[in-house]
């Protein structure tokens, strides 16, 4: 759900770069993008570091706070600067690295040498697949006429209601996902 949730997320902001802020595809992927998906190599190196070192379940709510605070951020102000929406793409993969990194350390912890290869070869099917779903399902909102009202007074653009109601969706499936894995931690350390 989680990795479903930034994907669609992800894929989202080049629709509402061009339709809200009438910005060039190039402009797009250099100005908006790119600086984000640049961050994930630093940030990939600190979450490991932070998994060795405070545990999965800090690093996990690091960045799950990282990808909600974005979040929160572009769906109180999808109207107002692109380079708003830029810096907090850095957020957005920097916890996506985070949240990646704990999934993959949890799994590779829970399986045994035997099962390590085909359990990892799994776990990156079904993240993908995740992606894939997370993908389709943003496409299939953004085109729901219900999302287009106006929710949050800070919102001023009528073309940008959608897009910010969209992120507000995206914020409750982060939460879900977020106590989701908090209870198959919690679950998991207590079975231990």
């Known amino acids: 759900m ?6 669609g997320y992800v894929s989202m902001v080049p629709y509402m770069m061009k339709e809200v802020h009438q910005l060039a595809t190039s402009l797009i ?3 908006v993008l790119f600086p984000g998906t640049v961050s994930v190599v630093l940030f990939g190196i600190i979450g490991g570091i932070l998994v060795d070192k405070s545990g999965t379940a800090f690093t996990m709510l690091l960045g799950l706070c990282m990808i909600g605070t974005s979040f929160l951020i572009v769906s109180l102000f999808p109207d107002q600067t692109p380079w708003l929406v ?3 793409m850095v957020l957005t993969f920097g916890g996506l690295s985070f949240v990646k990194t704990v999934i993959s350390a949890s799994v590779a912890g829970a399986l045994s040498t035997e099962e390590s290869g085909s359990g990892m070869g799994l776990l990156n099917f079904a993240c993908f697949l995740a992606e894939g779903i997370g993908v389709a ?5 953004m085109t729901k006429p219900w ?3 106006p929710l949050l007074p800070t919102v001023t653009k009528a073309n940008a209601f959608h897009y910010s109601n969209l992120v507000l969706i995206f914020i409750a499936a982060l939460v879900i ?3 989701g894995f908090l209870y198959a931690y919690g679950s998991r350390k207590n079975h231990a």
Request: net charge neutral; aromatic share 0%.
């Open 2 to 7: 989680l990795l479903g949730t930034v994907a």
């Open 147 to 149: 999302l287009a009202s």
């Open 137 to 141: 399902t943003v496409g299939g909102l």
């Open 29 to 31: 992927g250099i100005g």
């Open 86 to 88: 830029s810096g907090t």
């Open 177 to 179: 996902g977020g106590l």
